[in-house]
Protein backbone atom coordinates (compact mmCIF):
# COMPACT_ATOMS: atom_id res chain seq x y z
CA UNK A 1 0.00 0.00 0.00
CA UNK A 2 1.31 3.57 -0.68
CA UNK A 3 -0.29 6.50 -0.14
CA UNK A 4 0.04 10.00 -1.77
CA UNK A 5 -0.92 13.30 -0.20
CA UNK A 6 -0.76 15.53 -3.69
CA UNK A 7 -4.81 16.21 -2.74
CA UNK A 8 -5.47 16.58 0.61
CA UNK A 9 -8.90 17.57 2.15
CA UNK A 10 -9.75 18.07 5.47
CA UNK A 11 -13.19 17.49 6.37
CA UNK A 12 -13.94 19.78 8.94
CA UNK A 13 -13.43 24.09 10.37
CA UNK A 14 -13.18 23.44 13.60
CA UNK A 15 -10.04 23.95 15.96
CA UNK A 16 -8.69 21.03 14.65
CA UNK A 17 -9.44 21.57 11.09
CA UNK A 18 -7.86 24.93 10.83
CA UNK A 19 -5.17 23.61 13.03
CA UNK A 20 -4.69 20.65 10.41
CA UNK A 21 -4.67 23.37 7.47
CA UNK A 22 -2.69 26.19 8.86
CA UNK A 23 -0.03 23.40 10.00
CA UNK A 24 0.38 21.76 6.60
CA UNK A 25 -0.62 25.12 4.48
CA UNK A 26 2.83 25.96 6.10
CA UNK A 27 4.65 22.67 5.77
CA UNK A 28 3.89 21.60 2.23
CA UNK A 29 3.71 24.73 0.94
CA UNK A 30 3.68 23.87 -3.40
CA UNK A 31 3.68 19.83 -2.57
CA UNK A 32 0.19 19.38 -1.90
CA UNK A 33 -3.16 21.33 -2.18
CA UNK A 34 -4.99 21.72 1.34
CA UNK A 35 -8.99 21.81 0.66
CA UNK A 36 -11.13 22.48 3.94
CA UNK A 37 -15.13 21.88 3.95
CA UNK A 38 -16.88 23.62 6.47
CA UNK A 39 -20.71 23.67 7.05
CA UNK A 40 -21.63 26.49 8.93
CA UNK A 41 -25.33 25.07 9.09
CA UNK A 42 -23.37 22.15 11.35
CA UNK A 43 -21.60 24.86 13.69
CA UNK A 44 -18.17 23.65 15.59
CA UNK A 45 -17.77 22.65 18.86
CA UNK A 46 -16.51 26.08 20.48
CA UNK A 47 -15.53 25.10 23.54
CA UNK A 48 -11.71 24.71 24.32
CA UNK A 49 -10.79 27.52 26.20
CA UNK A 50 -7.79 26.36 28.61
CA UNK A 51 -4.82 25.02 26.54
CA UNK A 52 -1.85 23.35 27.14
CA UNK A 53 1.74 24.69 27.13
CA UNK A 54 2.69 22.84 23.75
CA UNK A 55 0.47 25.14 21.46
CA UNK A 56 3.00 27.93 21.90
CA UNK A 57 5.11 25.71 19.75
CA UNK A 58 2.49 24.94 17.70
CA UNK A 59 2.18 28.92 17.39
CA UNK A 60 5.38 29.38 16.53
CA UNK A 61 5.79 26.81 14.50
CA UNK A 62 3.18 28.14 12.02
CA UNK A 63 4.27 31.97 12.95
CA UNK A 64 2.14 33.05 14.98
CA UNK A 65 2.95 36.24 16.82
CA UNK A 66 1.41 36.06 20.45
CA UNK A 67 0.27 39.50 20.90
CA UNK A 68 -1.59 39.44 17.64
CA UNK A 69 -3.04 36.24 18.80
CA UNK A 70 -3.69 37.53 21.82
CA UNK A 71 -5.64 39.99 21.12
CA UNK A 72 -7.48 38.49 17.96
CA UNK A 73 -8.68 35.41 20.51
CA UNK A 74 -9.52 37.46 23.62
CA UNK A 75 -6.68 35.17 25.26
CA UNK A 76 -5.16 35.59 28.25
CA UNK A 77 -2.11 33.26 29.97
CA UNK A 78 -2.47 30.39 31.96
CA UNK A 79 0.33 28.97 34.20
CA UNK A 80 -2.15 25.71 35.20
CA UNK A 81 -4.80 24.61 37.10
CA UNK A 82 -6.27 25.08 40.48
CA UNK A 83 -8.15 21.94 41.93
CA UNK A 84 -10.79 22.53 44.56
CA UNK A 85 -12.53 20.06 46.56
CA UNK A 86 -10.68 17.26 44.90
CA UNK A 87 -9.84 15.52 47.75
CA UNK A 88 -11.71 16.61 50.43
CA UNK A 89 -13.96 19.63 50.36
CA UNK A 90 -12.33 22.79 51.06
CA UNK A 91 -8.83 22.22 50.00
CA UNK A 92 -7.17 23.34 47.34
CA UNK A 93 -3.95 22.35 45.48
CA UNK A 94 -2.38 23.50 42.02
CA UNK A 95 -0.94 22.08 39.07
CA UNK A 96 1.34 23.98 36.92
CA UNK A 97 3.81 23.91 34.56
CA UNK A 98 6.92 24.35 36.66
CA UNK A 99 9.03 22.18 38.55
CA UNK A 100 9.59 21.06 42.18
CA UNK A 101 13.59 20.70 42.30
CA UNK A 102 15.17 17.44 41.59
CA UNK A 103 13.07 14.56 41.84
CA UNK A 104 15.45 11.85 42.75
CA UNK A 105 18.62 11.01 45.22
CA UNK A 106 19.35 12.04 48.68
CA UNK A 107 18.21 16.06 46.90
CA UNK A 108 15.08 15.33 46.22
CA UNK A 109 12.96 17.85 46.68
CA UNK A 110 9.70 16.34 47.67
CA UNK A 111 11.49 13.74 49.86
CA UNK A 112 12.88 16.01 51.85
CA UNK A 113 10.00 17.86 52.37
CA UNK A 114 8.52 14.90 53.56
CA UNK A 115 11.48 14.01 55.73
CA UNK A 116 10.86 17.14 57.44
CA UNK A 117 7.27 16.49 57.88
CA UNK A 118 5.36 18.97 59.91
CA UNK A 119 8.64 20.97 60.65
CA UNK A 120 8.95 21.67 56.75
CA UNK A 121 8.29 25.44 55.66
CA UNK A 122 5.19 26.49 54.13
CA UNK A 123 2.80 24.32 51.67
CA UNK A 124 4.73 22.37 49.21
CA UNK A 125 3.14 24.76 46.81
CA UNK A 126 5.51 27.14 47.81
CA UNK A 127 8.19 25.45 46.52
CA UNK A 128 7.43 26.22 42.90
CA UNK A 129 7.36 29.17 41.43
CA UNK A 130 4.80 29.42 38.85
CA UNK A 131 2.44 27.68 41.91
CA UNK A 132 3.07 30.94 43.60
CA UNK A 133 2.82 33.27 40.53
CA UNK A 134 -0.31 31.48 40.25
CA UNK A 135 -1.39 31.75 43.82
CA UNK A 136 -0.86 35.74 43.61
CA UNK A 137 -1.70 36.30 40.56
CA UNK A 138 1.18 37.42 38.85
CA UNK A 139 2.52 36.79 35.66
CA UNK A 140 5.53 36.99 33.18
CA UNK A 141 5.90 35.41 29.95
CA UNK A 142 9.02 32.83 30.70
CA UNK A 143 11.50 32.54 28.11
CA UNK A 144 12.79 29.22 27.00
CA UNK A 145 15.82 29.10 30.27
CA UNK A 146 12.71 29.57 32.42
CA UNK A 147 11.98 26.88 35.07
CA UNK A 148 8.25 27.04 34.13
CA UNK A 149 6.06 27.14 30.88
CA UNK A 150 2.66 28.73 30.42
CA UNK A 151 -0.34 27.88 28.19
CA UNK A 152 -3.39 30.59 27.14
CA UNK A 153 -6.96 30.54 27.49
CA UNK A 154 -8.71 31.77 24.40
CA UNK A 155 -12.09 31.82 22.87
CA UNK A 156 -11.99 28.61 20.73
CA UNK A 157 -14.06 29.59 17.63
CA UNK A 158 -11.92 33.43 17.52
CA UNK A 159 -9.08 30.85 17.08
CA UNK A 160 -10.29 28.86 14.63
CA UNK A 161 -11.21 31.83 12.45
CA UNK A 162 -7.91 33.53 12.89
CA UNK A 163 -6.09 29.97 11.75
CA UNK A 164 -8.86 30.58 9.06
CA UNK A 165 -7.32 33.54 7.50
CA UNK A 166 -3.37 32.39 8.45
CA UNK A 167 -4.40 29.14 6.78
CA UNK A 168 -5.56 30.96 3.69
CA UNK A 169 -3.43 33.38 3.13
CA UNK A 170 -0.91 30.39 2.83
CA UNK A 171 -2.92 29.11 0.23
CA UNK A 172 -5.06 26.82 2.06
CA UNK A 173 -8.51 27.09 0.18
CA UNK A 174 -11.87 26.55 1.83
CA UNK A 175 -15.49 24.97 0.36
CA UNK A 176 -18.49 25.68 2.36
CA UNK A 177 -20.95 23.03 2.23
CA UNK A 178 -22.60 20.08 3.72
CA UNK A 179 -21.62 16.68 3.30
CA UNK A 180 -24.42 14.35 2.29
CA UNK A 181 -22.24 11.86 0.96
CA UNK A 182 -18.85 9.89 1.44
CA UNK A 183 -17.91 7.75 -1.88
CA UNK A 184 -15.35 4.87 -1.33
CA UNK A 185 -12.79 3.67 -3.38
CA UNK A 186 -12.32 -0.17 -4.30
CA UNK A 187 -9.61 -0.83 -1.56
CA UNK A 188 -11.98 0.49 1.19
CA UNK A 189 -10.62 4.17 1.51
CA UNK A 190 -12.63 7.34 0.67
CA UNK A 191 -12.62 8.31 -2.98
CA UNK A 192 -14.70 11.66 -2.58
CA UNK A 193 -17.07 13.76 -0.63
CA UNK A 194 -20.53 15.02 -2.23
CA UNK A 195 -21.66 18.25 -0.98
CA UNK A 196 -25.74 19.08 -0.53
CA UNK A 197 -25.27 21.32 -3.70
CA UNK A 198 -24.19 18.46 -6.15
CA UNK A 199 -20.47 19.18 -5.96
CA UNK A 200 -17.88 16.57 -5.53
CA UNK A 201 -14.17 16.60 -3.71
CA UNK A 202 -11.91 13.91 -4.60
CA UNK A 203 -8.48 13.79 -2.67
CA UNK A 204 -5.86 11.65 -2.23
CA UNK A 205 -5.34 12.09 2.07
CA UNK A 206 -8.59 13.18 3.58
CA UNK A 207 -7.97 14.56 7.12
CA UNK A 208 -11.54 13.82 9.61
CA UNK A 209 -11.64 16.88 11.80
CA UNK A 210 -15.72 16.38 11.56
CA UNK A 211 -16.27 16.55 15.57
CA UNK A 212 -17.87 14.47 17.55
CA UNK A 213 -19.85 13.02 14.24
CA UNK A 214 -16.76 11.06 12.99
CA UNK A 215 -18.06 11.44 9.37
CA UNK A 216 -15.05 9.27 7.47
CA UNK A 217 -13.55 7.02 10.24
CA UNK A 218 -16.11 6.20 12.75
CA UNK A 219 -19.90 6.64 10.14
CA UNK A 220 -17.88 6.03 6.92
CA UNK A 221 -15.39 3.22 7.83
CA UNK A 222 -17.10 1.97 10.93
CA UNK A 223 -13.62 2.29 12.95
CA UNK A 224 -14.85 0.45 16.21
CA UNK A 225 -14.97 2.69 19.30
CA UNK A 226 -12.77 2.30 22.45
CA UNK A 227 -14.71 3.06 25.37
CA UNK A 228 -13.04 4.79 28.53
CA UNK A 229 -16.62 5.53 30.61
CA UNK A 230 -15.69 2.78 33.14
CA UNK A 231 -12.74 5.01 34.40
CA UNK A 232 -14.05 8.50 32.85
CA UNK A 233 -17.61 8.41 33.43
CA UNK A 234 -18.38 12.26 32.50
CA UNK A 235 -21.10 12.22 29.11
CA UNK A 236 -22.23 15.81 29.54
CA UNK A 237 -21.47 19.26 29.82
CA UNK A 238 -23.39 22.06 30.49
CA UNK A 239 -21.32 25.43 28.58
CA UNK A 240 -22.09 29.20 29.60
CA UNK A 241 -20.00 32.26 29.31
CA UNK A 242 -20.53 35.27 31.88
CA UNK A 243 -19.57 38.51 32.54
CA UNK A 244 -16.13 39.09 33.93
CA UNK A 245 -16.61 40.82 37.29
CA UNK A 246 -13.13 41.64 38.59
CA UNK A 247 -10.33 43.72 37.17
CA UNK A 248 -7.84 41.04 38.13
CA UNK A 249 -7.10 38.06 35.91
CA UNK A 250 -6.36 34.94 37.40
CA UNK A 251 -3.65 33.17 35.46
CA UNK A 252 -4.38 29.78 35.78
CA UNK A 253 -8.26 27.83 35.32
CA UNK A 254 -9.80 26.73 38.33
CA UNK A 255 -11.31 23.22 38.36
CA UNK A 256 -14.06 22.69 41.52
CA UNK A 257 -15.22 19.04 42.07
CA UNK A 258 -19.04 18.91 42.51
CA UNK A 259 -21.65 16.13 43.42
CA UNK A 260 -21.21 14.30 39.68
CA UNK A 261 -18.55 15.80 38.13
CA UNK A 262 -16.43 18.88 38.15
CA UNK A 263 -17.00 22.66 36.67
CA UNK A 264 -14.23 24.98 35.05
CA UNK A 265 -13.90 28.74 35.46
CA UNK A 266 -11.33 30.01 32.73
CA UNK A 267 -10.67 33.82 32.73
CA UNK A 268 -10.73 35.66 29.33
CA UNK A 269 -10.75 38.88 28.76
CA UNK A 270 -13.55 40.03 27.75
CA UNK A 271 -16.02 37.30 29.62
CA UNK A 272 -15.68 34.41 32.03
CA UNK A 273 -16.36 30.88 30.76
CA UNK A 274 -18.00 28.59 33.13
CA UNK A 275 -19.05 25.08 32.27
CA UNK A 276 -19.97 21.49 34.49
CA UNK A 277 -18.72 18.44 33.40
CA UNK A 278 -20.85 15.54 34.93
CA UNK A 279 -22.06 11.89 34.14
CA UNK A 280 -25.54 11.43 34.01
CA UNK A 281 -24.96 8.13 36.13
CA UNK A 282 -24.85 10.27 38.88
CA UNK A 283 -26.51 13.45 38.46
CA UNK A 284 -29.14 14.58 36.33
CA UNK A 285 -28.93 16.84 33.86
CA UNK A 286 -31.32 19.80 35.08
CA UNK A 287 -29.67 19.45 38.60
CA UNK A 288 -26.14 19.51 37.27
CA UNK A 289 -27.32 22.56 35.26
CA UNK A 290 -28.76 24.17 38.32
CA UNK A 291 -25.01 23.68 40.05
CA UNK A 292 -23.52 25.43 37.41
CA UNK A 293 -25.89 28.47 37.43
CA UNK A 294 -24.03 28.87 41.04
CA UNK A 295 -21.08 28.69 39.88
CA UNK A 296 -21.12 31.51 37.85
CA UNK A 297 -18.87 34.79 38.77
CA UNK A 298 -21.34 37.05 37.26
CA UNK A 299 -24.61 37.52 35.24
CA UNK A 300 -24.68 35.17 32.06
CA UNK A 301 -24.03 36.26 28.70
CA UNK A 302 -26.07 33.18 26.95
CA UNK A 303 -28.09 30.16 27.66
CA UNK A 304 -26.29 27.63 28.91
CA UNK A 305 -25.25 24.81 26.14
CA UNK A 306 -25.12 21.36 26.48
CA UNK A 307 -22.81 18.96 25.07
CA UNK A 308 -23.08 15.45 25.07
CA UNK A 309 -19.60 12.94 24.75
CA UNK A 310 -18.23 9.39 25.53
CA UNK A 311 -15.02 9.53 26.56
CA UNK A 312 -12.63 7.42 24.66
CA UNK A 313 -11.30 7.14 20.64
CA UNK A 314 -11.41 5.14 17.91
CA UNK A 315 -9.76 1.65 17.56
CA UNK A 316 -7.09 3.42 14.91
CA UNK A 317 -6.66 7.07 14.01
CA UNK A 318 -5.40 6.21 10.55
CA UNK A 319 -7.46 4.00 7.91
CA UNK A 320 -6.74 3.53 4.44
CA UNK A 321 -6.26 7.26 3.07
CA UNK A 322 -8.24 8.56 6.41
CA UNK A 323 -6.68 10.00 9.23
CA UNK A 324 -8.76 11.55 12.10
CA UNK A 325 -7.56 14.66 14.33
CA UNK A 326 -9.59 16.16 16.62
CA UNK A 327 -12.74 14.81 17.91
CA UNK A 328 -13.24 12.55 15.19
CA UNK A 329 -10.59 10.89 16.78
CA UNK A 330 -11.83 10.89 20.37
CA UNK A 331 -12.28 13.12 23.53
CA UNK A 332 -10.67 12.47 26.93
CA UNK A 333 -12.65 14.53 29.59
CA UNK A 334 -11.16 18.23 29.34
CA UNK A 335 -9.72 18.20 32.95
CA UNK A 336 -6.38 19.10 31.95
CA UNK A 337 -6.94 20.82 29.21
CA UNK A 338 -5.74 18.57 26.41
CA UNK A 339 -7.61 18.01 23.21
CA UNK A 340 -6.18 20.78 21.49
CA UNK A 341 -2.27 19.44 22.61
CA UNK A 342 -3.78 16.22 20.93
CA UNK A 343 -4.80 17.96 18.12
CA UNK A 344 -1.27 19.10 18.18
CA UNK A 345 0.29 15.69 18.74
CA UNK A 346 -1.81 14.06 15.60
CA UNK A 347 -0.80 17.35 13.02
CA UNK A 348 3.02 16.72 14.10
CA UNK A 349 2.98 12.87 14.00
CA UNK A 350 1.34 13.67 10.67
CA UNK A 351 3.84 16.23 9.39
CA UNK A 352 6.84 14.31 10.49
CA UNK A 353 5.25 11.65 7.76
CA UNK A 354 4.43 14.00 5.42
CA UNK A 355 7.58 15.72 5.11
CA UNK A 356 10.49 12.82 5.42
CA UNK A 357 10.52 12.58 1.50
CA UNK A 358 9.41 8.62 2.04
CA UNK A 359 6.14 7.16 0.43
CA UNK A 360 3.93 6.71 2.87
CA UNK A 361 3.11 2.93 3.31
CA UNK A 362 1.33 0.69 6.17
CA UNK A 363 4.34 0.85 8.09
CA UNK A 364 4.14 4.40 8.24
CA UNK A 365 0.40 3.82 9.66
CA UNK A 366 1.04 1.59 12.06
CA UNK A 367 3.37 3.97 13.49
CA UNK A 368 1.17 6.73 13.62
CA UNK A 369 -1.67 4.74 15.21
CA UNK A 370 0.60 2.92 17.78
CA UNK A 371 1.71 6.63 18.93
CA UNK A 372 -1.75 7.97 19.16
CA UNK A 373 -3.19 4.95 20.90
CA UNK A 374 -0.38 5.18 23.72
CA UNK A 375 -1.08 9.09 24.08
CA UNK A 376 -4.29 8.61 24.77
CA UNK A 377 -4.07 5.69 27.21
CA UNK A 378 -1.16 8.06 29.14
CA UNK A 379 -3.33 10.76 29.12
CA UNK A 380 -6.60 8.71 30.65
CA UNK A 381 -4.30 6.96 33.09
CA UNK A 382 -3.12 10.94 34.46
CA UNK A 383 -6.95 12.24 34.29
CA UNK A 384 -8.08 8.94 35.97
CA UNK A 385 -5.67 9.72 39.11
CA UNK A 386 -7.08 12.85 39.64
CA UNK A 387 -10.19 11.47 40.64
CA UNK A 388 -8.78 7.86 42.29
CA UNK A 389 -6.66 9.24 44.97
CA UNK A 390 -10.10 11.20 46.15
CA UNK A 391 -11.05 11.34 50.27
CA UNK A 392 -14.48 12.24 48.84
CA UNK A 393 -16.76 10.52 50.05
CA UNK A 394 -19.81 12.73 50.23
CA UNK A 395 -21.68 11.02 46.98
CA UNK A 396 -21.59 8.13 44.50
CA UNK A 397 -19.55 9.44 42.24
CA UNK A 398 -16.78 10.04 44.81
CA UNK A 399 -17.27 6.64 46.46
CA UNK A 400 -17.06 5.16 42.69
CA UNK A 401 -14.33 6.46 41.80
CA UNK A 402 -11.74 6.04 44.78
CA UNK A 403 -13.46 2.15 44.71
CA UNK A 404 -12.46 1.75 40.77
CA UNK A 405 -10.65 -0.86 39.05
CA UNK A 406 -7.91 0.88 37.46
CA UNK A 407 -6.27 0.71 34.05
CA UNK A 408 -3.31 -1.66 34.82
CA UNK A 409 -0.43 0.88 33.44
CA UNK A 410 -2.10 3.42 35.95
CA UNK A 411 -2.27 1.24 38.73
CA UNK A 412 1.80 0.23 38.54
CA UNK A 413 2.40 3.61 38.20
CA UNK A 414 0.41 4.36 41.78
CA UNK A 415 2.14 1.11 43.48
CA UNK A 416 5.47 2.73 42.15
CA UNK A 417 4.77 5.42 43.79
CA UNK A 418 3.00 4.68 47.13
CA UNK A 419 6.09 1.72 47.88
CA UNK A 420 9.08 3.40 46.30
CA UNK A 421 8.49 7.15 45.74
CA UNK A 422 9.37 6.55 41.96
CA UNK A 423 7.31 8.18 39.55
CA UNK A 424 7.43 5.58 36.41
CA UNK A 425 7.31 7.33 32.93
CA UNK A 426 6.01 4.73 29.80
CA UNK A 427 6.25 6.17 26.55
CA UNK A 428 4.41 9.02 24.80
CA UNK A 429 3.36 10.31 28.04
CA UNK A 430 1.69 13.56 27.27
CA UNK A 431 2.63 14.76 31.49
CA UNK A 432 6.32 14.43 32.89
CA UNK A 433 7.08 12.99 36.04
CA UNK A 434 7.15 16.65 37.62
CA UNK A 435 2.88 16.99 36.83
CA UNK A 436 2.76 13.79 38.26
CA UNK A 437 4.17 14.50 41.39
CA UNK A 438 1.97 17.82 41.78
CA UNK A 439 -1.20 15.24 41.63
CA UNK A 440 0.35 12.95 44.20
CA UNK A 441 1.19 16.02 46.10
CA UNK A 442 -2.19 18.13 45.95
CA UNK A 443 -3.93 14.78 46.43
CA UNK A 444 -1.84 13.91 49.94
CA UNK A 445 -0.68 11.07 48.06
CA UNK A 446 2.78 10.26 49.33
CA UNK A 447 5.04 7.42 49.44
CA UNK A 448 4.96 4.91 52.59
CA UNK A 449 8.75 4.50 53.18
CA UNK A 450 11.15 7.03 53.15
CA UNK A 451 14.11 6.02 50.44
CA UNK A 452 17.14 5.66 52.77
CA UNK A 453 19.34 7.92 50.56
CA UNK A 454 17.38 10.99 51.67
CA UNK A 455 19.11 10.36 55.15
CA UNK A 456 22.46 11.47 53.51
CA UNK A 457 21.53 14.85 53.74
CA UNK A 458 21.42 16.29 57.47
CA UNK A 459 18.00 17.32 58.31
CA UNK A 460 19.38 21.09 59.16
CA UNK A 461 20.65 21.13 56.06
CA UNK A 462 17.55 20.25 54.06
CA UNK A 463 15.38 22.44 56.45
CA UNK A 464 17.82 24.88 55.34
CA UNK A 465 17.70 24.35 51.63
CA UNK A 466 13.57 24.14 51.39
CA UNK A 467 13.24 27.58 53.74
CA UNK A 468 15.91 28.86 51.00
CA UNK A 469 14.34 28.16 47.95
CA UNK A 470 10.63 29.07 49.42
CA UNK A 471 12.32 32.39 50.03
CA UNK A 472 14.00 32.81 46.95
CA UNK A 473 10.98 32.07 45.33
CA UNK A 474 8.38 34.66 47.34
CA UNK A 475 11.05 37.33 46.40
CA UNK A 476 11.23 36.68 43.09
CA UNK A 477 7.36 36.48 42.74
CA UNK A 478 6.79 39.55 44.94
CA UNK A 479 8.58 41.31 41.72
CA UNK A 480 6.35 40.47 39.37
CA UNK A 481 3.67 42.52 37.89
CA UNK A 482 -0.07 41.46 37.86
CA UNK A 483 -1.29 39.21 35.17
CA UNK A 484 -3.81 42.06 33.55
CA UNK A 485 -0.92 44.13 33.97
CA UNK A 486 1.26 42.45 32.05
CA UNK A 487 -1.35 41.32 29.73
CA UNK A 488 -2.59 45.22 29.06
CA UNK A 489 1.49 45.83 28.07
CA UNK A 490 2.31 43.30 25.67
CA UNK A 491 -1.12 43.87 24.19
CA UNK A 492 0.09 47.38 24.09
P1 LIG B 1 -15.73 20.67 15.88
O1 LIG B 1 -15.43 21.95 16.52
O2 LIG B 1 -17.02 20.02 16.20
O3 LIG B 1 -15.67 20.91 14.32
C1 LIG B 1 -16.25 20.00 13.42
C2 LIG B 1 -16.29 20.61 12.03
O4 LIG B 1 -16.76 19.63 11.12
C3 LIG B 1 -17.21 21.80 11.91
O5 LIG B 1 -16.63 22.79 11.08
C4 LIG B 1 -18.42 21.23 11.21
O6 LIG B 1 -19.12 22.18 10.47
C5 LIG B 1 -17.74 20.20 10.31
N1 LIG B 1 -18.64 19.15 9.85
C6 LIG B 1 -19.18 18.14 10.56
N2 LIG B 1 -19.99 17.39 9.79
C7 LIG B 1 -19.94 17.94 8.55
C8 LIG B 1 -20.58 17.66 7.31
N3 LIG B 1 -21.45 16.65 7.19
N4 LIG B 1 -20.32 18.46 6.27
C9 LIG B 1 -19.46 19.50 6.37
N5 LIG B 1 -18.84 19.83 7.51
C10 LIG B 1 -19.08 19.06 8.58
N6 LIG B 1 -10.16 21.25 24.48
C11 LIG B 1 -9.13 21.87 25.03
O7 LIG B 1 -8.02 21.76 24.52
N7 LIG B 1 -9.30 22.63 26.15
C12 LIG B 1 -10.48 22.73 26.77
O8 LIG B 1 -10.59 23.46 27.76
C13 LIG B 1 -11.58 22.02 26.24
N8 LIG B 1 -12.78 22.06 26.84
C14 LIG B 1 -13.80 21.32 26.32
C15 LIG B 1 -15.00 21.25 27.00
C16 LIG B 1 -16.03 20.45 26.52
C17 LIG B 1 -17.30 20.35 27.28
C18 LIG B 1 -15.88 19.76 25.29
C19 LIG B 1 -16.99 18.93 24.73
C20 LIG B 1 -14.68 19.84 24.60
C21 LIG B 1 -13.63 20.59 25.12
N9 LIG B 1 -12.42 20.64 24.48
C22 LIG B 1 -11.37 21.29 25.04
C23 LIG B 1 -12.24 19.99 23.19
C24 LIG B 1 -12.27 21.00 22.09
O9 LIG B 1 -13.49 21.67 22.08
C25 LIG B 1 -12.07 20.31 20.75
O10 LIG B 1 -10.97 19.48 20.79
C26 LIG B 1 -11.83 21.32 19.67
O11 LIG B 1 -12.82 22.28 19.64
C27 LIG B 1 -11.76 20.65 18.33
O12 LIG B 1 -12.99 20.29 17.86
P2 LIG B 1 -13.04 19.70 16.40
O13 LIG B 1 -12.45 20.68 15.46
O14 LIG B 1 -12.49 18.33 16.41
O15 LIG B 1 -14.61 19.56 16.16
Excluded at 29 to 38: A, I, M, Y
Excluded at 255 to 270: D, F, H, K, V, Y
Excluded at 291 to 314: C, V, W
Excluded at 410 to 424: D, N, P, Q, S, T
Amino acid sequence: MSISFDRIVIVGGGTAGWMAAAALATGLRGRSTVEVVESEEIGIVGVGEATFPSIRNYNRMVGIDEAEFLRATNGTYKLGIQFCDWRVKGEHYFHTFGDFGQLGGPYALWGQYRRLAGAAPGAFGEQCLPTVMAMQGRFVAADDKAPYNYAYHFDASLYAGFLRDLALKRGARRTEGRIVEVNRRPDGGVRSVKLADGRELAADLFIDCSGFGSLLLGKTLDEPFVDFSRWLPVDRAWACPCERTASELTPYTRSTALEGGWAWRIPLRNRTGHGHVFSTRYIDEERAREQLMQQLDGAPLAEPRLLRFTTGHRARFWVHNVVAIGLSSGFLEPLESTSIFLIQSGISRLMTLLTAGQPLDEQSVTHFNTGAVSQFARIRDFIVLHYCLTARRDSALWRDMAAMELPETLAFKIEAWRRFGVLHMYDEEGFDATSWLAIHAGMGHWPERADPVLQELPLDEALQALTGRRDAVAAAVARLPAHHTYLDQVLG
